[in-house]
Every structure is written in C-alpha cells, then in structure tokens.
C-alpha cells in the first residue's frame, strides 16, 4: 500500500489510525531491539497524534508514520542528536518541516539514530545508539541520517523518513540502505528547528520508498519560512508532475567514476543503459574541481561546527554537572565537554577552531571558501550543456563495522568524495536504488541538477523506476 492509498483508507475510515500506529509503535520496538534505528520511540506523543487524526481525517499525511532525523526538534520529544551531551532535552516547539508534516496529519513515531551531530559516514562516531545495516547487522546503515535510512527500508507498513545532509548524510544511508533520498537546493526546505552543523551547508530532506512518495513529502516541507534567513523564496511547484525526459541530456562526470568498486561500475552502467533505451543522450563532463571537494568541504564544515557548539557549554545548553565555588568556568567548560562529546566530536572542533583562529582564518577557511565558488562555477558551466548529471552515489557499498574500526579519520572522509561536492554547491541530487553487489547489499546512483531543478532529477528518477517495473 502505498502512501495516497494509505491516506485514502484513513480519510474513508476503512483504517483506524490509533489503531494503526499501535501496530506500527509494537512493530518498530521489535526492529528498533535488532538494528538500533531509534534513540527516542515517541509513543504516546504519536497516539495523541493519531487521535487527532481519526477525529479530523483531513490532511495529505493523514495518519502516516513519519520517522526523524534526531538533529530535528519535534515538541515534546527529546532531540540529542546523537549525543550524550544534548540527552534530556526536549524542544518546546516543532522544527518547521515537523510543523508542517503534523500540520498535513503525519505522525511522528520516533527520533532516529545518527552520527553525533552528524559527523559522519557511517553512524558511528557517537556515544548512543548505532544504527545497523537492513541487509546485513555486522555493516553499516550509513550516515549521517542511517537510523532515518534504515528504518525507512525495514518498515513493512507507509512511511516517510525525515533526514539531514551536510556532505552527503541523506545520499549515503540511502544508497547503502537501498532506499530513495533527496538531498534539496540549499534553502528549499527552511533549517528552523534544525540542531545546526554546519550552517551553511545543512538541508534537510526526505528519504522514502519511492519516487512519488519522495515528491509528495517535497510538496508538503518546501517553502519560504520567515524564521529561516537563508529560506528561499521561490516558486511552488507540484514536484509530483513529472516531466518527460526522453530528450534530456545528461552528463556523465568522468571523476565521478574512478576509484569505485567493480559492482558498483556495473550496475549504475546498466541504470544508463536502461535511460538511454528511455531516450536519454548521454555525454561525458569534466569537473576540474572534483580533487578540491573533500578538502573545501572539511574546513568550511568543521570551522563552521567548531562555531555551533562553543554554546554547548554545559550553562546555557548541554550536559550540567555539578559546579562549586572552588571550581572556575574553564575546569567546569572543560569536564563537561571533555566527558559529553565523543571522539570524532573533539577532532572536529579541535580542527575547525584551529582553521579559524586569528593568522589562520585566511589560509584557511577564506580560502576554501573561495574554492567552493570555483565548485559552484565548475557545476554552473557543466549545467549550460546538460540537464542533469549521473553518477554512482557510494563508491562502494556498506562497509563491516570491523572494516570501518580500521579507517583512520583522512579514510573516512574521503568517502563522502561523490557527495561533498553537490552540498557544498548546495544543488539538489537525489539517491535512486538500481540493483545489488554480490553480497546482496543495495547499490544506488545519484542524479544532479542545477539549483531549484528538484523536478528535473525526480522525473529521471520516477521514469528510471517505473520502467524496472516492467
């Protein structure tokens, strides 16, 4: 049952939806026991929800079961973030794209297991849960979003993921989980609400089962949003109106396809022989930049978070110990800090704050800031003569846990190389799953388009689904 069929029982009270959010909440307790997807189970929170629900039956969301990217505040429920250092807060008020699901009658059944404040990518560099691969328990879900991801391909009944990406934390748990993820033009969806990593990179976006569902979520949280400075205000579009794309052009980034794995290679080249067979032109385009992305991406992001979370100082927000007369501020700063944050936390903030220091500031994060424009203009030039870009999303897929123990911090980052770039561009992809590796773990390839041209990779998307329906 899809979600439309879904609303449309609950609207004609063919389904009750307290009912079905009890069966959904017993349901994710029993995965939640196996794959760690939650750090928060939002139940009774979600029966209020659906009670209303069955009082109104109105809504385009009506009683469908939305799961959270823990960086996103939801009223009432505990937003940590994925770390120790923000447990036991419980925001007052809903992010606006939670506002605006609620608002459409979706259901907040729960706060999703992520990397800490999501600094990573792999959902495990963090003192709570980590989340586990739906395909195989000893591999990784992805991250930053891999609770988000992983919950979304378990779920045997309607439902929406809410996600976040800074480098690419919706597309790599959506390709390693097999599952759809949008990752929008940077200020399509407002931030309000959103327990920031870095501010000028953050989107938050949806990750769902299929293209239309994907769409229809886009149609609900986009918008201009006052509280949001960086909100755009652009002009709505019905993201659901698929184009047709048979004379599209799309570019095939020869960067985007080195270095990665044998199975990977195979099946996204199936995905551009199936297109082509749709009536797509395909053309190859070079990104000169492509050897800047992990590096640019990395200062900005890190001097950015190293900013967010000097306020995390266990006074005015975070983690409180007890604090005596006999102590001074820098020893409390310190405790509080030193015991709350995980290891990839400090390295963060220990980096981004060295970039940023007085003498540095210029050699370094100005100075990536001014290779990201070179990005942007790289992206810009290859957009004049295609309409979208193709390529692999992952170079490889989910990793063991043990495989990951032995990364060390430089091998991890690079991973993110196929999805930095598009975020620091801040121009929309989104994750389509096309086919699996010999281990059975999903595989999927990213379409890229200009900024605000979400419609674009959501119909190359939507024709590339339904033609391996057939």
């Known amino acids: ?40 189970i939002c139940e009774d929170e979600a029966l209020e929800q659906a009670r209303l629900v069955d009082k109104n039956r109105k809504g385009r969301l009506a009683g469908v079961p939305v799961s959270v990217k823990d960086a996103i505040c939801v009223k009432n429920v505990q937003a940590t973030a994925g770390s120790k250092m923000l447990e036991g807060y419980v925001p007052p008020f809903d992010a606006t794209v939670i506002q605006r699901l609620k608002d459409e009658g979706a259901i907040i059944i729960g706060k999703t297991s992520q990397d800490a404040f999501g600094f990573g990518s792999f959902s495990v560099n963090t003192n709570m849960s980590v989340p586990k691969n739906p395909f195989d328990k000893n591999r990784s879900a992805g991250g930053s979003s891999g609770g988000t991801a992983c919950v979304t391909q378990l779920a045997d009944f309607p439902h929406i993921g809410i996600g976040e990406s800074t480098g690419g934390s ?63 205000n652009s002009k709505k579009i019905d993201y659901t109106k698929f184009e047709d794309i048979k004379n599209y052009t799309i570019g095939l980034p020869k960067q985007y396809f080195q270095n990665i794995s044998p199975s990977v ?72 800090r030193s015991k709350n944050f ?29 290779v990201r424009t070179l990005i942007i203009n790289d992206y810009k030039k290859a957009f004049e003569k295609v309409d979208c870009l193709l390529s692999p999303t992952m170079m490889f897929t989910a990793p063991r846990f043990d495989e990951i123990e032995k990364l060390d911090p430089l091998q991890e980052y690079q991973s993110d190389l196929l999805t930095c770039g598009p975020n620091l561009a801040g121009i929309p992809m989104i994750n389509v799953p096309c086919g699996k590796d010999e281990n059975g773990l999903p595989i999927g390839f990213h379409i890229i388009a200009d900024h605000l041209n979400e419609l674009k990779i959501l119909s190359v998307a939507n024709a590339y689904e339904e033609a391996m329906k057939k």
């Not at 049952?1 to 017993?26: F, G, P, Q, R, W």
């Not at 290891?343 to 001014?370: H, P």
């Open 265 to 336: 290679k195979k099946s996204v080249e199936e995905v551009i022989s199936v297109l082509k067979k749709l009536g797509i032109r395909f053309v190859e385009v070079d990104l000169k930049t492509t050897k800047y992305h992990i590096p640019a991406y990395y200062l900005i992001a890190m001097c950015e978070a190293s900013t967010n979370l000097a306020k995390l100082d266990g006074v005015r927000y975070g983690s409180r110990t007890s604090f005596t007369d006999s102590d001074n501020y820098n020893d409390y700063y310190t405790s509080v």
């Open 342 to 370: 995980c290891a990839e936390t400090k390295r963060r903030i220990i980096i981004g704050t060295f970039a940023r220091m007085s003498g540095y500031r210029s050699q370094y994060y100005l100075k990536a800031m001014k």
């Open 170 to 232: 919706i597309s790599a748990p959506s390709s390693f989980c097999g599952v759809y993820g949008l990752t929008p033009t940077y200020g399509l969806n407002s931030r309000y609400g959103l327990i920031d990593y870095g501010n000028s990179l953050d989107k938050i976006g949806p990750i769902c089962k299929s293209t239309h569902d994907t769409a229809l979520v886009l149609n609900i949280i986009s918008g201009n949003d006052p509280r949001d400075q960086t909100s755009l």
């Open 1 to 40: 049952m899809d979600i439309e069929e879904y609303v449309n029982k609950i609207k004609s009270k063919k389904l009750n939806a307290v009912n079905t959010i009890k069966k959904v909440i017993s349901k994710v307790k029993e995965l939640n026991k196996e794959y760690n997807c939650f750090i928060t």
